[in-house]
């Protein structure tokens, strides 16, 4: 039986889509644009480098934001370089983080070599294995339904890798100035600048 693959921006817009006060942070490249094309907000921190540091910014966020749901919306290159925050992430187990790694089985950002996933390793396995409360593959949108419901519930560490197609698609690109997205944030969040 043959896997579907969902298209990365229906996904992103779908896991976005009436977010409330959740704080969403995009990895490096595709992530990034996918969450720009669904639309900008103050509350979106946008990576453009840092590649592997996604999951643990959204880490620190949900620690110091317990009463708001963050989504990390990253890709699979990306977690299989930031590989140890699985076993941080999952020793702090903040019940208000969610991971969604977009997985296409290619390193996208570097001309779309396979990557590990893309030769059979299982980033959810990986999650699953070091504690995290709730994991799964998904490959339906229903199942990204159920997702967002566990997003917002705030009551599990949650970590999904989304089979999604690795055709080539227009950028949308947000604003490059890193100061002013943290800036963005931290205003939205009500702290001073």
């Not at 992103?12 to 969450?35: F, I, K």
């Not at 996604?54 to 370089?81: C, F, H, K, Q």
């Not at 969610?98 to 990986?126: C, F, P």
Request: proline content about 2%.
């Amino acid at each position: 039986m043959k896997t579907l693959l969902l298209h990365r921006r229906d996904v992103v817009a779908a896991l976005v889509q009436d977010r409330g006060n959740m704080l969403v942070v995009s990895g490096l490249g595709s992530p990034t644009y996918d969450l720009m094309a669904a639309g900008d907000h103050d509350l979106n921190y946008y990576l453009w480098g840092a590649m592997g540091g996604a999951a643990m910014i959204g880490l620190g966020l949900a620690r110091t934001n317990p009463d708001r749901s963050v989504l990390v919306v990253t890709g699979d290159g990306e977690m299989l370089m930031g590989m140890g925050s699985f076993a941080t992430i999952a020793v702090q187990a903040p019940k208000n983080l969610t991971i969604a790694i977009l997985d296409n089985g290619y390193y996208g950002e570097t001309g779309m070599q396979l990557s590990h996933s893309g030769r059979g390793v299982k980033l959810e396995t990986v999650a699953d294995s070091v504690g995290f409360d709730w994991v799964s593959r998904i490959t339906s949108m229903d199942a990204i339904e159920d997702l967002r419901r566990r997003i917002h519930a705030k009551d599990a560490l949650n970590c999904v890798a989304i089979a999604i197609d690795s055709g080539e698609i227009d950028r949308v690109l947000p604003s490059r100035d890193g100061v002013y997205i943290k800036n963005r944030m931290k205003q939205a969040l009500g702290q001073s600048l």
